[in-house]
T-cell receptor, first 119, second 117 residues
């Protein structure tokens, strides 16, 4: 069964450093998402990406964040200068979009997450 | 804008007992509704979804949920739980899908289900 994969599983970095979190979405999916979950809090939407551009972003997704699909398989989240409050679990998700029925492809499949620890 | 409230942060229950995890949502537009489960140190797995049609939705692992539009609720139920159901459960809502924007999910705070022998 196809699945979303994420690397690394755990990233430790110093405050102010740049980090890149990597995701490989399911191959025929068209929509890609990043979410984050700070310890003990709810899962929060960061950004959605479609047709090689950001389609929607939240208030959290400020200038420190960027996303990229550098090739046909990877989807990355970059944090330019990490802060302590960026420590969280980051989830990548993908979906096909609207299927032939108009709705079938709407399900988002999540990766296992990358735990980012900023010291 | 949409929002989701999960009324219980923790639900302890004995094995083979029934369980209901409550979820209420708020939205000014039509929505899709989802329940996800997160086992320890794992990602989010879809349990079930309501897109349209029958208000009683059946999912994996014997779970079901009922969409109640008048009460804006989407409670998750299982008639008999197992130890292996111990996990965090998240209710989520998205507006109906848009080609340009996709369907971002808005999650509730989560309910920790603890099944005891």
């Amino acid at each position: 069964e196809p699945e979303v994969t994420q690397t690394p599983s755990h990233q430790v970095t110093q405050m102010g450093q740049e980090v890149i979190l990597r995701c490989v979405p399911i191959s025929n999916h068209l929509y890609f998402y990043w979410y984050r979950q700070i310890l003990g809090q709810k899962v929060e939407f960061l950004v959605s990406f479609y047709n090689n551009e950001i389609s929607e972003k939240s208030e959290i997704f400020d200038d420190q964040f960027s996303v990229e699909r550098p090739d046909g398989s990877n989807f990355t989240l970059k944090i330019r200068s990490t802060k302590l409050e960026d420590s969280a679990m980051y989830f990548c998700a993908s979906s096909y979009g609207l299927g032939a029925s108009g709705r079938a492809g709407h399900e988002q499949f999540f990766g296992p997450g990358t735990r980012l620890t900023v010291l | 804008a949409q929002s989701v409230t999960q009324l219980d942060s923790q639900v302890p229950v004995f094995e083979e007992a029934p369980v209901e995890l409550r979820c209420n949502y708020s939205s000014s537009v039509s929505v899709y509704l989802f329940w996800y489960v997160q086992y320890p140190n794992q990602g989010l797995q879809l349990l079930l979804k309501y897109l349209s049609g029958s208000t009683l939705v059946k999912g994996i692992n014997g779970f079901e949920a009922e969409f109640n539009k008048s009460q804006t609720s989407f409670h998750l139920r299982k008639p008999s739980v197992h130890i292996s159901d111990t996990a965090e459960y998240f209710c989520a809502v998205s507006r109906t899908f848009s080609y340009n924007q996709g369907g971002k999910l808005i999650f509730g705070q989560g309910t920790e289900l603890s099944v005891k022998p």
